[in-house]
């Protein structure tokens, strides 16, 4: 079983402090979803779990597995088996989706081209994605909507054991975001990754149904609770939980 530990984690940006003696273990078969208001430091903790240069790491430690990842580069984080769907995913002018798929696979043992495309356009279709985009460059000329399918695309492919999601709701319509998430549920039944939800909405959470619920403030957890705590979220806001802290 695969789990992420993040310890006693104190991060800084340009001299400021954004994350404080943060703590949380996900391990797979878990469903985790972070809370809090902007600027509290939720997307901080995507990026520097995949090790974002910007970003100074004062204390603490990330471990994958019982090993420390904190001297490992973003591509080795995700070979293990680490992957974050990002808030702002960002264009590869030149580079299809497809390509950019087949080299992440093609030194994999098992691959094999026809069982790749047979399983990407499975995927796409699944997501209601245009067949075309595959053969686009990524992200160019996509709507926000269509991005965040990409990233999913890009889960269902890459088969991690770790998901970290940063806010892959925004910018989506209704029927996106159900779609997104029934995708990301289906992916979850099949292979019990464990999962980081980061959003400000219990939206996502109706279709991404979390184990636990963290509420996140001023760059420390200030509580955690099962999937009731978001629907009280949404009920009250977080001024009732600051107010406790």
């Known amino acids: 079983m695969h789990k992420l530990e993040i310890k006693d984690l104190c991060v800084d940006i340009d001299e400021k402090q954004i994350l404080k003696n943060f703590n949380l273990t996900l391990k797979e078969g878990e469903i985790h979803a972070i809370m809090g208001p902007n600027g509290t430091g939720k997307s901080t903790l995507s990026k520097v779990i995949m090790g974002d240069s ?67 356009n499975k ?25 965040k399918k990409n990233e999913i695309l890009q889960m269902y492919m890459l088969k991690p054991n770790i998901i970290i999601l940063d806010e892959i709701d925004s910018g989506l319509d209704v029927d ?34 979390p184990d636990f619920v963290h ?6 957890i200030i509580k955690s609770g099962d999937a009731s705590l978001g629907l009280e979220i949404e009920e009250n806001g977080y001024d009732p939980l600051k107010e406790v802290e």
């Open 54 to 120: 910007e970003y100074t790491i004062k204390s603490g430690d990330i471990l994958y597995d019982d090993e420390s990842i904190m001297s490992l580069p973003t591509d080795e984080r995700a070979r293990k088996g680490i992957f974050l769907g990002m808030q702002m995913p960002i264009e590869l002018e030149g580079v299809t989706n497809a390509d950019l798929l087949k080299t992440a696979l093609h030194d994999k043992d098992d691959f094999k081209l026809m069982s790749f495309i047979k399983e990407l």
């Open 123 to 147: 995927h796409v279709e699944d997501l209601s994605m245009d067949k075309e985009m595959i053969h686009r460059s990524v992200n160019l000329g996509f709507s926000g909507g269509e991005r």
């Open 176 to 209: 996106s975001l159900r779609i997104v998430g029934e995708n990301v549920m289906n992916y979850y039944k099949e292979r019990k990754p464990a999962i980081l939800v980061i959003t400000h909405y219990q939206r996502l959470l109706n279709y991404i149904k």
């Open 215 to 220: 509420i996140l403030y001023d760059g420390s």
